[in-house]
């Protein structure tokens, strides 16, 4: 009878071999089958190895922890893998319930990550969830100035007038620096845009687009212009918006 270790051993080199032929789904098979027990540093590394090449983010999370205690990933590097398993999960999610399970999982440090918190937001306008998005939005925005705060803002799908009225209280506080302020002038203007204030909205783009003519900044202009059945001239803009250097 074969013992244990010799058994993990056997499993551990056909685990092995069938990750050098390109079947990770074969090796992960060998090392389901080794009890956790028996389970040290190189198993895990031909885990996240077999992970990685089934591109399972869910598992690749979720072994994280281990992967980290056995120095197969830096602190960094699990916050990275965190990052793009919640935004998995926000782009998977269906309905209210779900984004409740996914603010509650989240990391502390993903709760004041400026760009997934950003995404957060505005999948909860996207659903139709106003009253939560704004009550999240107003309190980060009261903390946090950041540029990339202000850069997810640039993108969300929808406006909140609360959330204008914070940005253009910012702009007013400091009416010399706000001219400069792309990302600032950026989330204004996206707000503008989404609540149907297109002429205030054109204002700030067209600011923007004095500093930086970059390919997002020509299609909200020819956004503006389509919402004002100004076609001609928004078609000129979308050409632009595909043209530009930065796309």
Excluded at 180 to 194: C, D, R, S, T, Y
Excluded at 203 to 220: A, Q, R, W
Aim: with cysteine; proline share 2%.
């Amino acid at each position: 009878q074969i013992s244990s270790d010799a058994q993990v051993a056997a499993n551990i080199v056909r685990a092995r071999c069938n990750l050098r032929i390109d079947n990770p789904k074969a090796a992960l098979e060998y090392l389901d089958s080794i009890k956790e027990s028996f389970r040290n540093k190189l198993i895990y590394k031909l885990y996240y190895e077999c992970y990685k090449r089934t591109y399972d983010i869910d598992k690749i999370y979720e072994s994280s922890a281990m992967l980290t205690k056995y120095r197969l990933i830096t602190e960094q590097d699990a916050l990275n893998i965190a990052h793009q398993y919640f935004t998995h999960q926000l782009k998977n999610a269906k309905n209210y319930e779900d984004m409740q399970k996914i603010y509650k999982d989240l990391p502390r440090k993903l709760k004041r990550e400026p760009d997934l918190i950003g995404s957060y937001i505005d999948k909860l306008l996207m659903l139709g969830e106003t009253g939560r998005a704004k009550e999240l939005a107003v309190d980060i925005l009261k903390k946090d100035e950041s540029p990339a705060f202000l850069e997810a803002i640039s993108k969300w799908s929808k406006g909140i007038p609360e959330v204008l009225e914070l940005l253009k209280k910012k702009e007013s506080d400091n009416i010399i620096s706000a001219q400069v302020n792309v990302p600032l002038l950026k989330a204004i203007g996206n707000m503008e845009l989404q609540m149907g204030l297109l002429n205030d909205a054109m204002e700030n783009y067209s600011k923007v687009l004095d500093m930086t003519k970059t390919s997002d900044i020509y299609y909200k202009i020819a956004q503006i212009l389509t919402q004002q059945q100004n076609y001609a001239e928004a078609t000129t803009y979308f050409t632009k918006a595909a043209l530009a250097s930065d796309k």
